[in-house]
């Protein structure tokens, strides 16, 4: 091979490397997901790195207790971040399985830990933390009149001060 064939080569090389680098970037950036609970109480959009940018809550989620609409966005998250995770995953997979990339974005997703069709309306209450003991407040300080300042020991110039 002569030097400009390897220098063609090289430069094709350098091309395509910088065209799937932009790809990558683009794709990578427009990866977001948006998942909705089962009743349409909240809907929910994650960025491709699982961070938060949007949250809807539905009339439904008036009727909801607290315990459960904290469910439901809970829930509804884990679902959209791991979308937004799975089509991250789709976008490396150009650079081929078995590369260190690869892996660390295969190694970032999350077990399945969160059943998307489970019912939000199943959750829990939580159990009521009991009251603060009552404690009696804090004395309040004593307060003294302001004193005058005493006289001067010698009272003959007291005279010349009408002050």
């Known amino acids: 091979m002569n030097p400009q064939q390897w220098l063609d080569e090289y430069e094709a ?15 990578f950036t427009a990866s ?10 909240v809907t929910i959009t994650v960025g491709p790195n699982g961070g938060l940018q949007n949250l809807q809550l539905g009339r439904r989620a008036m009727e909801m207790s607290a315990a459960q609409l904290t469910g439901a966005i809970l829930q509804t998250a884990a679902v959209a971040q791991r979308q937004a995770a799975e089509k991250v995953l789709g976008i490396f997979q150009p650079l081929g399985e078995g590369t260190e990339a690869m892996s660390m974005v295969s190694d970032a997703i999350p077990a399945d830990e969160v059943d998307a069709d489970e019912d939000v309306d199943e959750v829990e209450e939580p159990v ?34 009408p002050w």
């Open 32 to 41: 977001s997901a948006t998942a909705t609970s089962k009743d349409g109480s």
């Open 128 to 161: 009521e933390p009991p009251p603060p003991a009552h404690r009696p407040a804090p004395a309040a300080p004593t307060v003294r009149p302001p004193t005058r300042p005493r006289p001067a020991a010698d009272d003959a110039d007291d005279d010349n001060q």
């Open 13 to 27: 090389k350098l091309a395509d490397l910088k065209k799937k680098s932009e790809d990558l970037q683009e794709n």
